[in-house]
Structures are given as C-alpha cells and as structure tokens.
C-alpha cells in the first residue's frame, strides 16, 4: 500500500514497548500541547523557568495519574484532564508538578526501558494498523530510556516532597491568577474515584500520599493568601471543554461518547464528531464539523479535523484546504501542521507539490528537528523531485534519530558522494559520519 494511504490526524501516537512487553502511549495534539503550554506559561510568569524548557509528555491511558521524571519531563494522562470539570483542576496539576521540577525534585523508578528507540513503533491513527517501522520521535526516546514507566510504580513520593510541592503550587496559582483551591478540588474527585480504579497501582493515589493529608496542607497554604479566589476566565474553561470533548471522543468507546455528549451545541458536535470518524462514520464527523466551520470559520483546530477527514477518504484538494486553513488561523504553528500539510501535498505526485511539501517539511523539522517521521516525508519529497543525494541524506537523519546506526552511517555516506559541498546538508552529513565513527570506536 502506499504511504498516501496511511492516514495521519489531529493526533500521533507512538507505541514504547517496554521489555516487559507493556504498551506505553504517548500522542500529540496541537490543541492539547497548546492549551496546556498556554496554562503553563500562565504559572510560571514569575519564575525563570520557561514553558519552552519543559518537555511535556501526554500518555493515553484510563488511569488518572500525572508525574515528572529526572530533568524537566511532565507526564499527563489523558484520563487524568478527563476527570477535572474546570481548566483551574487542571492548572492546579500541572501546577503541582511544576513544583517538583522547581522544587529539585528527583524521583527513583523501578523500571529502566531498554533499547527504546529500536522496539518503538510508530501509529498514526484513524485505522491505520502498520506505518513505516521505527520512526519513533527521538525528543520522547532520549529523555524515557532508563528514566520512567507507567508499568510500575514509576514514582515514589515522599510526604516531604508532597507537601513543598503541594505548598509551592498553591503559591504558583494564587500568584498568577487562578483559584489556589482548585487543587483541592481535584484531589476530591481523587478520593472518589472508583474502588477498582484505587486499588490500581498505576494511579494517582497509589503514587501520592493520602489525600486527605494533602488537603490539610493545602488549606494551610491558603492561609496566606486571602485574595486567592479568582473568577473563572470563561475562554480557557470553554477551550478546555472542547478539549475533554476531542479526548473523550478519541479515548472512550462510541456508545460512552453519544451519551455524554448528546446534544448539538459546539462541544457535543465535537466529541462525536471525533468518535464517529473512528467508528467510520465520515459522514456524520464532515457533517458535525461543517456545522461547527460555518460557526466558527477561524477555528484552526476544526479545520484541521475536517482537513483530516478528507485526507483520510482519499479527497486531497479538501484536506489540503482545510489545512492550509487551520495553518493560517492558528496563533503559533508547531512542527505537526506543517508535517501534515508535507504529507498531504506529497499524496499528489506532482514536482510543483513535492517542492511545496518540502518548504512545509523543512519548516517543520525547523521547529523540532527530531521529529522523525518528518525526515521521512523530507525523503520522500526529495526523491519525488529527483534530488536523490538530499533524500539520502534525509534518510541518514531519520535512522540516526531511531537508533539505526549503522544505516545512517551508510546514507550519511551515499549523501556525501553527490551532495552539494559546503551546504548545510554536506557539513551535517559529515557531522553524522563522525558522531557515527566515534560512537564505533568506543565500543
């Protein structure tokens, strides 16, 4: 099959398999990653830790837990955004969590992951069962190896640590502007959480002190400030809604979508407007998101969908324009839009269109030059318009981004042989070559 059958959308999943065969899912989103760096930058105005100096992870999965590992790496379950009604519970996690990394925090695990880069196996979704094996993103594998599991208890918390984080994000929120009880809140619906889910060590309570404790300490933190009790910011708790709507519809079966989001305002025609395009209902996702589109034109995260949709029944001409919508509507552009808008003008086959996808791809690798699925494409672009040495060398980053050294070692060096001399491509290439040489010595 060819690769322009493959369908890539709103979110990219990559499959750690951990040694002990236990799947660990990560995905990307656009709307998620900006949405939670937007709260993130909120908290940390009077801090000299930038939102751009974090790493910030989003694991699928039905446990509500959060974490940090060694460095500036935040983990979020998908289930734990799910479980908070107000963006404030999610800000006071996040919050939390930023404490631990402000705080020096450092967290033993039980579990290293081995050789992670080699056993990934990428999956974008929407059906797709197969995509090109081991072009897993580098950014995620370098900071996991032998640093965290969510197969385990991954992170052991002392009551000390609890408390100076508990503490510090009480002071993290009430000094930007959001609610410092709301952390309270969301550790209540912790302590409801279903007795199957509490009994699961994979989850929030089993890697954090009781919660009642942690009540105590927060209430005692608030103490010192009295003008903590901000007002809701009704555009981020309606972004927010609309967020758990996507996630909900992407991470919870059919039937539990449609009864929870049964209505036909903006945040219902989203969430099943997402869970009917993986039941394979097309239909119903276009009409919903048509619905939403002519509400809200500029809304980039509509247009992407929709843009998605059409990839994914072969129309191209309406993926690429809808795209290109979500592209020019969106405030900050991340290497993902761009990945995609390279891949959708590749399905066309045309030089005109493999040249415009490789402005798109180098803007994307531009942004995040280990994205390794977008050296791929960059590949692809380039051998499509006959610049073989570049695709070589296109190919020669993407192996050594996943682990497959001795194969970027060998492009590296077909690359070399025709590859313009003096160009960015030609030192780079020689740059492989070396790192690649040394590593070999020191073996």
């Known amino acids: 099959m060819k690769c322009r059958k493959f369908l890539i959308k709103f979110f990219i999943i990559f499959y750690f398999l951990f040694s002990q065969s236990n799947a660990f899912e990560i995905i990307r989103d656009t709307e998620l990653e900006q949405f939670t760096d937007d709260i993130i930058s909120m908290l940390l105005q009077s801090n000299n830790l930038e ?10 999965s039905d446990q509500v837990n959060a974490f940090v590992t060694g460095g500036q790496n935040i983990f979020i379950n998908t289930e734990l955004i799910l479980t ?20 020096g925090h450092i967290f033993n695990t039980s579990i290293e992951i081995s050789n992670l880069s080699n056993k990934a196996l990428p999956i974008y979704l929407l059906g797709i069962i197969g995509m090109i094996a081991g072009a897993t993103d580098a950014g995620i594998a370098g900071v996991m190896v032998g640093q965290a599991s969510v197969s385990d208890n991954f992170s052991y918390y002392s009551r000390t640590q609890e408390a100076s984080a508990d503490q510090a994000a009480v002071k993290l929120l009430c000094n930007n502007g959001i609610n410092g ?7 209540k619906k912790i302590e409801n959480v279903n007795e ?15 919660v009642q404790n942690r009540i105590g300490w927060i209430n005692s933190s608030l103490e010192n400030y009295n003008d903590c009790d901000y007002n809701t910011d009704k555009i981020f708790q309606k972004k927010f809604e609309l967020l758990k709507a996507k996630l909900h519809g992407f991470t919870h079966p059919h039937y539990e979508t449609e009864a929870v989001y049964n209505s036909t ?19 119903k996702s276009i009409e919903n998101m048509k619905r939403l589109i002519n509400k809200h034109p500029s809304n980039p995260f509509y247009n992407e969908l929709l843009g998605e949709i059409y990839f994914a029944n072969n129309d191209y001409k309406s993926a690429t324009f809808y795209h290109e919508a979500a592209i ?15 891949n959708y003008l590749l399905t066309f086959e045309e030089t005109n269109k493999s040249t415009e996808a490789i402005l798109n791809l180098k803007k994307s690798l531009l942004i995040n030059s280990e994205n390794a699925y977008a050296w791929y494409l960059l590949s692809r672009a380039y051998a499509q318009t006959g610049s073989i040495s570049l695709a070589n060398y296109a190919t020669a980053e993407r192996y050594f981004l996943i682990g497959e050294r001795e194969l970027s070692y060998e492009f590296a060096v077909k690359a070399l042989k025709q590859i313009e001399e003096n160009s960015p491509e030609w030192y780079r290439s020689n740059d492989l070559i070396e790192i690649l040489q040394k590593e070999v010595s020191k073996r």
């Open 84 to 103: 908070a009604n107000d963006y404030r519970e999610y800000a006071a996690v996040l919050a939390h969590e930023l404490a631990h990394i402000l705080g």
């Open 181 to 187: 009880k709301f952390l309270i809140e969301f550790l």
């Open 328 to 342: 020019n509507n969106i405030d900050k552009v991340n290497d993902l839009y761009y990945m995609m808008m390279g």
């Open 265 to 283: 305002n903006d945040v219902d025609l989203y969430a099943t407007a997402v869970s009917n395009y993986f039941q394979g209902n097309h239909k």
């Open 196 to 210: 199957s889910f509490a009994l699961d060590e994979n989850n929030y309570r089993s890697t954090h002190p009781l």
């Open 51 to 60: 939102s751009e100096d974090l790493k910030i992870y989003f694991v699928k």
